[in-house]
């Protein structure tokens, strides 16, 4: 299956992100927002990524342009009829996200894949409510979509062959680097990071160390390529809590619980880079 239109829906951090790398793998792109002006902030958004890539030598300026051109932002879901792929990146609940995916494959073409972008939602949950659940996979991005190269292709239960092979297909055209997994809790990088960067932030009280020395440790003595206090708050204190509790919940094993640190971090405000405060001053 050739997938030449891509739809978005919801062009937040991780939407306007895979929008970016939908449009720059050569996609016609319609990205879907509450209201016309959030769409146009992701536009202008992109955008300004895309002409930064130009300043930077890395795009030609006329690709930019072509580029911006495939792209468009709408506040309904009529545009996306005619779409080959649906990636969904809205709001982290269940209701919304069925919502979403009922209305999608009533929608959309009864051959488009629908994707979710969850991180820590059941997808078979999230199929459950389309009509086509055999349509229904994840591609789960990593943050910033543009940048890192994982995309993970999740089955579930239902999820057809066909569906799971031409999204990886279509994930590795466009530059990236797929991987396929079951519907399990946390996927494969969540179920490892979360509970390891858990252990990490109580490493700080249990051994009393600084979040500077816990990074240099890390950084130096395992070879991460960033520290994991530093970690944590690009990812965003409430962002890595909410997957801790929902990992915990589906598994129940303690190392998955958000730590009391950051518990008392999010109720304080310091979400991390975001906020401006987070384990470092932004
Ligand atoms: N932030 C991360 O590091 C990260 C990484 C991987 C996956 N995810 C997942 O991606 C999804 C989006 O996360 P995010 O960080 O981009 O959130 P975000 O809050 O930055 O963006 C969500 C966007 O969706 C819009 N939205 C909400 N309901 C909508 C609807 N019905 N139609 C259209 N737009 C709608 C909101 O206006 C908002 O702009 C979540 O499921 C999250 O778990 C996040």
Known sequence: MEIRRVGVVGLGTMGAGIAQVAVQAGAEVVGREVSEELGEQARSKIDHFLTRAVEKGRMEAEDKDA???????????????????????????LEPKRELFSELSKICRADAILATNTSALSVGSIAEAADRPERVISMHFFNPAPLLPLVEIVQAPASSQEAVDAAYEWAEGAGKQPVRCNDTPGFIVNRILIPLLNDCVRVLDEAGVTPDDLDKAMTNGAGWPMGPCALVDLVGIDIHTHASEALH???????????ERLLRMQGEGKLGRKSGEGFFTY
């Open 67 to 93: 580029a911006m051109e495939r792209l468009t932002t709408t506040a309904t879901l009529d545009a996306f009829a005619d779409c080959d792929l649906v990636i969904e990146a809205i709001v982290e609940e």
């Open 249 to 259: 919940e589906a598994l129940g094993e303690e190392r998955m619980a958000p730590p």
